[in-house]
């Protein structure tokens, strides 16, 4: 599955761990996160993600 990295603080949303802080189970992928949901580290909003070149 597919990374994102947040490109205000460089966190790595990995959808093998989910955000389980969040509410966000393991094998979520970032298209299926809700609308609202925000960066755990800095707040930022889904737009500010990019996958991740693997």
């Known amino acids: ?3 994102y990295e947040c490109q205000l ?3 790595i949303y990995d959808p093998e761990q989910g955000d ?3 509410g966000i ?3 979520t ?5 809700p609308e ?3 960066c755990p580290l800095c707040g930022a909003s889904k737009d500010d993600f ?3 070149e693997e």
């Not at 992928?29 to 996160?33: A, G, K, R, Y």
């Open 29 to 33: 992928p970032f298209e299926n996160l």
């Open 1 to 3: 599955m597919q990374k």
């Open 25 to 27: 189970k393991a094998g």
């Open 36 to 38: 609202d949901w925000e």
């Open 20 to 22: 389980e802080d969040n």
């Open 50 to 52: 990019e996958p991740v």
């Open 9 to 11: 603080c460089g966190y």
